[in-house]
Structure formats: structure tokens, C-alpha cells
């Protein structure tokens, strides 16, 4: 309601806020008025004012005044300095995404509102659902609850909240479409292929589930990964690991059918991201040993970022990117081929499960 309303609403927001203290003022979206001021002539005047005069109603604050001034923004980078000195907000507090003991605790808060079977494991769903936002763990507990009507039931269960969190990070299951014969089981092949060289590296999570069964968001197969902590540190190896899990479903194809599919568009791509970072921003490459080679422009909103070398090392850059992901996509298809038995028998079962969980791939893996 700010933006338009100019400085004499900001004047009249403090004065009411000063007669009905002890109060407090949320700002929300606080960049709308709080963007850094551009000092182009003629630049928006009716912003700038407003927030010149927000910035002089923070300065009249004596501290005891009984009013709490509080502003949210997911741009914390675009706001006027003169906004984020000392002295203007006395804390910032950054909301990052949950982690685990986060999660857990934010899905029992929206487990609340529903009626809950006795033995939901909270914890085990919270790990299931690792990088969810507290957005999306209150879809899956509402998404949950739909799921248990659907099937008349007046309790949900804890199968209704892991079908969910499917549903939340991989889109609906697709009832209806159809895979033909031989899609279904490049696809099973391309599954077990991922989760393959996951469980033979040593320090890759374990994996949760295995589907072929279709989601509306595209993917015809999904293999989840279970991280047995939070971490937030990753060594070189863990993420070399990663690259190559990421390159089993394509090296599975490959070695059996001896082709390429478009299945692996989605692998390419993270596994891309994954190597330029390390090159880039991780300091994992000797060439350029601790130098940072790209910049993240906003860490809040996607991390957009942007090269900050000349075109010759962006040439490198690129050369040593494809050399990575071509030493782990080697890795991945020769443990493949070191468990080429595995892989058939793992590749059929699932074929005809279409869904099988952790537990079961481990049985056949290790008997
Ligand atoms: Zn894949």
C-alpha cells in the first residue's frame, strides 16, 4: 500500500503507530519503496520521497518509544544501503530454507490442522522431503490430507504424507499415460542406473524409492535420494560422486542399449551446474586455485551468476566443466559395467514393480 501513496502516508503511519504504541509496523515487501536510489535525474520521485521519509520516521525513533519497526524483502541486495546501516534496523534475520530439525518441526506444526494417524514418523518425511521450502512442506501436509479423502478415509496416514511429498516435488503421478514396452524399460534401466552408482560410491545417500510410474511434471522415472543428515559442506569427492549419480541414468542406456535418450535432459543440466560451480565458485580446480572466476548476483532468488574473467578463461572454464563431467560420466559407466548382472536383475524387477523402495533395491544389491 505504499507504493503511490507517497511521503504523507508514511507521515500519517508513524503518527498513528506513535499513538497506538506499544505497536508494531510490518512492512512487507519492503523493496517496492526500499530499492536503492539511482540518482538518475528525473528517476522515480514519488519512490524516492517515500522513502526518504521512511528513513527520517526511523531516525526520529527514540528506543524506547514502544514501536517495533519489522520489514521482510527476498531482495535483500537491492535495498538502499541508507535502509541497512547500523542504526536504521537494529537485526536482519535471514529465512533461510529448513533443515531437517526445521522441517520436522514445521511439518508437525501443519500437521495440526489434520487428523494424523498415531505412528507418522515426522522425522523420516522431513528427510524425504530434503530443500523443501515451509511453502511446500504445507502443501504436502494439505496434499496429504486430499489424498486420504480421496480414499475416504477420515485419518492420514503415513503413506498419504510420502505419496505427497511425490506429488509436491515431482508433480502428480500420471495415471494414464503410457509408456510403450521398450520406453518403459529404457526408463528402468535409466532408474536403476542412477541409483546404481549412487549406492556403489561410498558417500552417496542412500536411495529411498525408485518409480518409473509418470509425473505430470515430465519425468518419466524419478530415483529419491535420501541425505542421511544435513550437510552443509561437501567435499570435492562427495560432489564428484554427485556428477557421477547424476550420469548413471544416461551411462545405464548407453551400455545397454547402446543409444541416447532425452531422459537425461534433466541430468545434464544439473550436473553441468554442479561442475561449473566447483571450477568456478568452489576453488576445485588447480588451474585457478583459489579465484573466483563467477560472481552469485542474489543468493535469495534462484542465484542467478555472472563470469567475472576474460573470454580465454571462460574458454578453460568451459573445456575443464566438460572434462569433469566427462571423467564422472566414465566412472558411472564403468561401475555399471563392473555390476552389469546387477543392473539386469535391478532393471526387471523394477520393470515389473514399476515402484520399488530402498529397502528392496539393497536386498537384490547385496544378495
Ligand atoms: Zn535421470
Redesign the pocket.
Known sequence: MFVGMGASKVRDLFKQAKEKAPCIVFIDEIDAIGQKRDGRVGGNDEREQTLNQLLTEMDGFETNNGVIILAATNRPESLDPALTRPGRFDRRVPVELPDLKGREEILKVHAKKVKLEGSVDFNRIARMASGASGAELANIVNEAALHAVRENRSIVTQADLEESIEVVIAGYQKKNAILTDEEKKVVSY??I??ALVAAKQTNSAPVQKITIVPRTSGAL?Y?MQVEEGNHYLMSQEELENKIAT?T???AAEELVFNSAST??S??IEQATKLARAMITRYGMSKDFDMVAMETVNNQYLGGDTSLSCSAQTQAEIDRQVVELVKKQHEKALQILADNREKLDELAEYLYDKETITGDEFMQILNS
Open positions: 535409466h532408474e542406473g542412477h522415472g530415483t547424476l548413471g541414468g544416461r531422459g537425461a534433466n541430468d
